[in-house]
């Protein structure tokens, strides 16, 4: 029983040791289990997907299972940030290191990455990792533009070009009647040959790209939204999945790695770290609200909403799936006279069933727009906040004067209409 006690202690204590008190793969604070194979100190939710590698890794509760001696030996002498160090050795800088929220699928395949295909331990591999490939061709389900269905498409990323191209149909058989030598017995022969499609469905610049896993929205545990901004200046949404978990993630780094190439080129005097940040970025918040037109006497309606922090815009759509947006607010800085609000007491909401009320006040006009509950309310509040605090980029600021022209302009601003 002393022996006992005196492990459990010693757990306890290298759970306070710096690199020890986060989760080795996914950052979350106060880790309580482990595995004893590798000797790393992980989280629930990380140690389930351990199991998932039993031929590398094993995992225990460090308050609830049995400890003996050997194994609280190898637990001292490992560590996360030694591990770290053989582990993630030569992880390339765009490959993208799940945090706490992140999906299954990423934390899954950077754990398999790390541990059981040992992708960045610099050992000898004659074999490219896909992400590195270029181009980088992938066949994913997409979901159609104007109804539910996924139907199979091929992807073509070129870092060379900086675009993502995809087909309705890639390839095709042609078959070529030739005329026979003399001595041939036939008559006729034929030969055939693989064409590749070579005009695309859709060409998508790097320039506005961003890519985010969202399996709940899409109802796939591997579901990739990659958004990009359409000729017409509206941005548009794609949604796909692919039935392996490894290649759909490779294609979410190859992603990340043109992006990179991209802003490398258009930033040539920007320190890499300073880059990273805007490969791709999570949407800040999600969800319905209802909302009127510039007069504020217009019925309410509930539209799907998301924010997120790389365009600093609050787009707006008629379901979560659709395709094209149908409406966008800039989000400045109170600097530039941006501010959000809480609506205090009842304000008429025609046609609308919720009143927990949000006012965002822009230069050119106020939006009024109502959540179900306080809790989305602050939510939101919050989100919008965080936006209105963050700095603009140089970027932002060129094209910050023809996005406020949205609020000016009725024929423009899709938010007017329903």
């Given at each position: 029983?002393?022996?006992?006690?005196?492990?459990?202690?010693?757990?306890?204590?290298?759970?306070?040791?710096?690199?020890?008190?986060?989760?080795?793969?996914?950052?979350?604070?106060?880790?309580?289990?482990?595995?004893?194979?590798l000797g790393i100190f992980v989280?629930?939710?990380?140690?389930?997907?351990?199991?998932?590698?039993?031929?590398?890794?094993?995992?225990?509760?460090?308050?609830?299972?049995?400890?003996?001696?050997?194994?609280?030996?190898?637990?001292?002498?490992?560590?996360?940030?030694?591990?770290?160090?053989?582990?993630?050795?030569?992880?390339?800088?765009?490959?993208?290191?799940?945090?706490?929220?992140?999906?299954?699928?990423?934390?899954?395949?950077?754990?398999?990455?790390?541990?059981?295909?040992?992708?960045?331990?610099?050992?000898?591999?004659?074999?490219?990792?896909?992400?590195?490939?270029?181009?980088?061709?992938?066949?994913?389900?997409k979901k159609g533009k104007k109804?539910?269905?996924?139907?199979?498409?091929?992807?073509?990323?070129?870092?060379?070009?900086?675009?993502?191209?995809?087909?309705?149909?890639?390839?095709?058989?042609?078959?070529?009647?030739?005329?026979?030598?003399?001595?041939?017995?036939?008559?006729?022969?034929?030969?055939?040959?693989?064409?590749?499609?070579?005009?695309?469905?859709?060409?998508?610049?790097?320039?506005?790209?961003?890519?985010?896993?969202?399996?709940?929205?899409?109802?796939?545990?591997?579901?990739?939204?990659?958004?990009?901004?359409?000729?017409?200046?509206?941005?548009?949404?794609?949604?796909?999945?692919?039935?392996?978990?490894?290649?759909?993630?490779?294609?979410?780094?190859?992603?990340?790695?043109?992006?990179?190439?991209?802003?490398?080129?258009?930033?040539?005097?920007?320190?890499?770290?300073?880059?990273?940040?805007?490969?791709?970025?999570?949407?800040?918040?999600?969800?319905?609200?209802?909302?009127?037109?510039?007069?504020?006497?217009?019925?309410?309606?509930?539209?799907?909403?998301?924010?997120?922090?790389?365009?600093?815009?609050?787009?707006?759509?008629?379901?979560?799936?659709?395709?094209?947006?149908?409406?966008?607010?800039?989000?400045?800085?109170?600097?530039?006279?941006?501010?959000?609000?809480?609506?205090?007491?009842?304000?008429?909401?025609?046609?609308?069933?919720?009143?927990?009320?949000?006012?965002?006040?822009?230069?050119?006009?106020?939006?009024?727009?109502?959540?179900?509950?306080?809790?989305?309310?602050?939510?939101?509040?919050?989100?919008?906040?965080?936006?209105?605090?963050?700095?603009?980029?140089?970027?932002?600021?060129?094209?910050?004067?023809?996005?406020?022209?949205?609020?000016?302009?009725?024929?423009?601003?899709?938010?007017?209409?329903?």
């Amino acid at each position: 029983m002393a022996s006992l006690e005196r492990n459990n202690k010693i757990l306890l204590e290298l759970l306070q040791q710096p690199g020890n008190n986060t989760c080795a793969d996914c950052g979350s604070p106060d880790p309580d289990w482990a595995s004893y194979t590798l000797g790393i100190f992980v989280c629930l939710n990380c140690s389930g997907l351990h199991r998932n590698i039993p031929s590398v890794s094993r995992v225990k509760s460090v308050r609830l299972d049995f400890w003996d001696d050997t194994l609280v030996e190898f637990m001292r002498k490992r560590g996360n940030l030694n591990v770290k160090d053989f582990y993630e050795k030569s992880v390339p800088i765009f490959y993208y290191r799940p945090q706490q929220k992140d999906c299954v699928a990423l934390k899954d395949q950077w754990i398999q990455a790390k541990y059981e295909r040992r992708e960045f331990t610099d050992e000898t591999n004659d074999f490219p990792q896909a992400y590195m490939l270029d181009p980088f061709e992938i066949v994913l389900w997409k979901k159609g533009k104007k109804n539910k269905q996924f139907l199979k498409r091929n992807f073509l990323l070129s870092e060379k070009d900086l675009t993502l191209r995809y087909f309705v149909k890639r390839m095709w058989v042609v078959f070529h009647k030739i005329a026979p030598l003399t001595c041939c017995k036939y008559k006729n022969i034929y030969i055939f040959y693989v064409v590749k499609c070579k005009v695309p469905k859709n060409i998508i610049s790097m320039k506005n790209l961003n890519a985010v896993f969202k399996p709940e929205k899409i109802g796939h545990a591997h579901g990739l939204e990659i958004s990009f901004l359409h000729a017409d200046e509206r941005t548009r949404n794609i949604f796909v999945y692919h039935e392996n978990a490894e290649l759909i993630v490779s294609f979410f780094n190859a992603l990340r790695k043109t992006r990179l190439t991209y802003l490398q080129k258009k930033n040539p005097t920007f320190q890499v770290n300073d880059l990273i940040p805007q490969l791709t970025k999570p949407t800040l918040m999600e969800g319905y609200m209802e909302k009127t037109g510039p007069t504020q006497r217009e019925p309410f309606k509930r539209r799907w909403f998301t924010l997120c922090s790389m365009n600093r815009k609050l787009l707006y759509f008629k379901s979560p799936l659709d395709a094209t947006e149908l409406g966008a607010v800039f989000i400045g800085t109170e600097n530039h006279s941006y501010s959000v609000s809480e609506i205090c007491g009842q304000r008429s909401s025609r046609g609308g069933r919720w009143h927990c009320g949000i006012s965002l006040q822009t230069p050119g006009r106020e939006f009024v727009f109502m959540c179900e509950q306080e809790n989305d309310q602050q939510d939101w509040l919050n989100a919008l906040k965080k936006v209105i605090s963050l700095p603009m980029s140089a970027e932002t600021m060129q094209t910050k004067p023809a996005l406020e022209g949205l609020d000016d302009l009725p024929s423009l601003v899709l938010l007017n209409t329903c």
